[in-house]
């Protein structure tokens, strides 16, 4: 078994492996992911344990940036595993995180965080202690095999009356792509959208050339906007992705003046409608919460559409920490900043 870091010609081969074994699908450790990271300036280390000829492991590991010239080493849901032997996966992820190790020696990282989309090996083992998550630790995943009959049957009836009204008042659903790395015009609407529901919910978004590259870097039919249009007017929004078998409800905003018409939830079932016609196994809600007050709302609707669905909980952030001395400093001034 060898530690590669593996480039541009074997993204395929990395997309398969990823996309067949991550709990959760994938997107954040897929090859679109890390090259999309990379054009917001961050270096990114596809790693891949090969055996065989055949990748057993894999972990996109991200170089954050921190402030006074620090940063840390970052895997987002992941490493991801392709094997079920655990004296197998305990040598694998031995030889991986030494990998790591050494390039957190070369880059002088502070730690390393790592957040688990399943935990099916013993994090401790490996010296990783608790610590805070960036991305959700809970999602909704919707099975699209079943017919859009029993989808709708299963919706609680206040989300199928929604859909109903929506279709009812005259809410058009417009779905645009990104081709050949351009920005779809309909863009500077979708940001508006998105600038605006920030905003009036004072919730910090990303910037507008973030978005800008994650839809260059994902472009080809694996991520759409989805505008909802009434009287030629834009009032509401969405962005999903296509990765796998999964089809991310990546993130979206909405009208405050016209939140009677109640377009989010026509915007949700047309995108899973589209989801389930391209072939999808899953629809991915992303983030909710069963804990965080502040989340009910957008929670609440959710799980409107598979009220019966339990929730997939994801590990949390698990950080191995090289720098004790710095890392302190961080977690202190992280501590203030809250």
Not at 93 to 103: P, S
Not at 104 to 112: D, V
Not at 140 to 149: M, T, V, Y
Not at 292 to 312: D, E, L, M, V, Y
Request: charged share 20%; hydrophobic share 40%; glycine share 8%.
């Amino acid at each position: 078994m060898e530690i590669q870091i593996f480039d541009s010609d074997k993204k395929n081969l990395w997309d398969e492996f990823v996309s067949t074994n991550a709990f959760d699908g994938g997107l954040t450790q897929s090859w679109g992911w890390g090259q999309f990271k990379k054009t917001l300036g961050l270096q990114v280390f596809p790693l891949a344990a090969v055996d065989c000829k055949k990748i057993i492991a894999a972990a996109l590991v991200i170089k954050n940036n921190l402030p006074l010239g620090q940063n840390y080493l970052y895997i987002p849901r992941g490493p991801v595993t392709g094997i079920n032997v655990q004296s197998t996966v305990r040598n694998c992820l031995e030889h991986l995180f030494k990998n790591i190790q050494e390039i957190a020696r070369q880059e002088g990282s502070i730690f390393l965080k790592i957040e688990l989309a399943k935990i099916d090996w013993s994090v401790t083992d490996f010296g990783f202690k608790k610590s805070s998550a960036i991305l959700p630790e809970e999602s909704l995943l919707l099975n699209l095999s079943k017919p859009e009959e029993i989808l709708l049957t299963e919706m609680k009836s206040k989300t199928r009356y929604n859909i109903g009204l929506a279709e009812k008042k005259g809410v058009r659903i417009i779905r645009v792509g990104a081709s050949g790395n351009s920005l779809p015009k309909e863009f500077e609407e979708w940001w508006q959208m998105m600038k605006n529901t920030a905003s009036r919910q004072e919730i910090q978004n990303f910037s507008k050339n973030y978005y800008q590259k994650l839809i260059e870097n994902f472009s080809d039919n694996t991520l759409f906007l989805y505008l909802a249009e009434f009287n030629h007017e834009v009032i509401a929004a969405n962005m999903v992705i296509y990765f796998g078998d999964f089809a991310y409800y990546f993130l979206g905003g909405q009208s405050y003046e016209h939140r009677e018409l109640m377009a989010p939830h026509l915007l949700q079932w047309k995108q899973i409608q589209d989801a389930k016609k391209a072939g999808k196994k899953y629809y991915d809600f992303w983030g909710l919460s069963s804990t965080k007050k502040n989340w009910q709302g957008i929670t609440r609707f959710k799980t409107g559409f598979a009220p019966q669905q339990p929730f997939t909980k994801y590990s949390g952030g698990f950080n191995y920490i090289y720098k004790p001395i710095w890392n302190g400093l961080y977690q202190a001034a992280k501590a203030v900043r809250s």
